[in-house]
């Protein structure tokens, strides 16, 4: 087992390899440089996946290595905006996904983590 470290705000590990397998956990919208959280779902969404690729780039990896995601939204009528970040993001890749709206404190709005797989050989 590896653990990829980053700066993180509690007591957890940003990204774990295993088994051949990267788990990367939940990644708020935050902006990685500023810490300032931007106002829209498609921010926050844009900033999620960049931290995302952050961790898969220390893996050696890159996005079409994900095979599954889970997006949590601070509401079920961001879904299109943070539909459309992700759209941008993986092109022609298509992950599987769930997506689940849940009720998040202050003005987090998109939690995105993801799985990827690591290549043998």
């Not at 705000?9 to 088994?19: F, K, M, Q």
């Not at 759209?87 to 987090?108: E, Y």
Request: proline letters at 6%; one cysteine or more.
């Amino acid at each position: 087992m590896k653990i990829f470290e980053r700066k993180s705000r509690g007591h957890y590990s940003p990204a774990v390899l295993s088994n051949g397998t990267l788990y990367i956990s939940g990644q708020l919208g935050d902006d990685l440089e500023t810490g300032v959280m931007p106002a829209s779902p498609e921010e926050q969404a844009r900033n999620c996946l960049l931290k995302i690729e952050a961790l898969l780039e220390q893996a050696g990896l890159t996005k079409e290595n994900i095979v599954m995601t889970r997006a949590y939204t601070a509401k079920s009528d961001f879904w299109g905006p943070v539909n459309a970040e992700y759209i941008r993001f993986f092109g022609d890749h298509k992950p599987a996904r769930l997506v689940v709206p849940v009720g998040f404190d202050a003005d987090i709005l998109v939690e995105i983590e993801a799985m990827a797989e690591v290549p043998q050989g």
